[in-house]
């Protein structure tokens, strides 16, 4: 059975940084692109980053460029989101995402019906 597990989430001040985890288990990580969405109330689902187990390559929306960086760590299973200088528009439930087949970028530009998704972890940025 496929699990996907995110944690890190919190609240902090504008301009402060949190590292998101995600664990996911049950499936071959090398057939699996791995990313990170968002959803804030009111707006639609956003891919903010994503990699390709193999290869590692990496996608990142427009809006998280230069601030996020995505990473993994293959020996634990995991994925991470690093996000720095946080703003308030950040703040929303974050979502860890398991596609099987996929490229980052194609991950994140649509993932399929048959993606695997966590519970969310919510990111809440003060002004």
């Known amino acids: 059975q496929v699990q996907v597990v995110e944690s890190g989430g919190g609240l902090v001040q504008a301009g402060g940084s949190l590292r998101l985890s995600c664990t996911a288990s049950?499936?071959?990580?090398?057939?699996?692109?791995m990313g990170w969405f968002r959803q804030a109330p009111g707006k639609e689902r956003e891919g903010v980053s994503c990699i390709s187990w193999s290869p590692g390559r990496t996608y990142y929306a427009d809006s998280v460029s230069g601030r996020f960086a995505v990473s993994k760590d293959n020996g634990k299973n995991a994925l991470y989101l690093q996000m720095d200088s946080l703003r308030p528009e950040d703040s929303a439930m974050y979502y860890c995402?398991?596609?099987?087949?996929?490229?980052?970028?194609?991950?994140?530009?649509?993932?399929?019906?048959?993606?695997?998704w966590g519970q969310g972890t919510q990111v809440t940025v003060g002004s």
């Open positions: 049950g499936l071959t990580f090398g057939d699996y692109a």
């Open positions: 995402v398991a596609d099987y087949g996929r490229f980052g970028s194609s991950l994140c530009s649509r993932p399929s019906g048959k993606a695997y």
